[in-house]
């Protein structure tokens, strides 16, 4: 109960800037320069919150998560000054290609873990799924991110032997993509892909 709490409020407190930037500007705009940093925090509370049951499933999920927050654009602005964050621009990018490409194998791993804890039908719609999901993020094919996010949101969420606590981040990782393909769709790709 308390994963789903934790990701409640990390969903409310997303929905809370956006309302503030709303009344401000006039456009609802979600933080989607900060949501790889914040995936990463709800990742590290949550395995605090469940520290009794690390398993390869958790530590999974860290990796994940660091390799994510590490290869955002507003962590590397935190590390370096903007004179090399701009002198250094291209080796930047190519470091942090590395990073979400090891980001991409460790979530379509942690992704099969949890479908092969699942004994129902839906473990290979998981997998199948999940292999989609990895697909698109390698191929840089967000458009098409969607569907295979939905039917892994389907599946993972119709399954009864999900672990409470990854469920809860399966549920917050889907929130992040479709909230971030809905924008993308009203602003355009660039505007959201450029804060990513």
């Not at 469940?50 to 499933?57: A, E, G, P, V």
């Not at 993972?156 to 889907?174: A, D, E, I, R, Y």
Request: aromatic share 16%; net charge positive.
């Amino acid at each position: 109960m308390i994963s789903e709490r934790i990701v409640l409020l990390a969903v409310l407190t997303a929905a809370m800037y956006g309302l503030s930037a709303f009344m401000k500007d006039g456009a609802y705009l979600l933080p989607f320069g900060l949501y790889k940093v914040g995936l990463f925090l709800v990742a590290l509370i949550l395995l605090i919150a469940n520290r009794k049951r690390i398993r390869l499933k958790e530590v999974t999920l860290i990796l994940w998560a660091v390799f994510l927050a590490v290869s955002s654009k507003f962590v590397m602005q935190l590390i370096f000054s903007d004179r090399d964050f701009e002198q250094q621009l291209d080796t930047l990018v190519v470091f942090s290609s590395w990073f979400f490409l090891g980001f991409v194998v460790f979530f379509f791993f942690w992704q099969i873990l949890i479908a092969w804890e699942d004994k129902t039908m839906y473990r290979w719609l998981q997998i199948t799924n999940g292999a989609a999901m990895s697909v698109c993020l390698m191929m840089n094919m967000f458009e098409w991110l969607i569907v295979p996010t939905w039917m892994w949101l389907m599946s993972v969420f119709l399954s009864k032997t999900q672990n409470p606590m990854h469920k809860s981040m399966v549920g917050l990782v889907g929130f992040i993509i479709i909230s971030s393909w809905c924008s993308a769709l009203y602003f355009g790709k660039e505007a959201i892909l450029g804060n990513l």
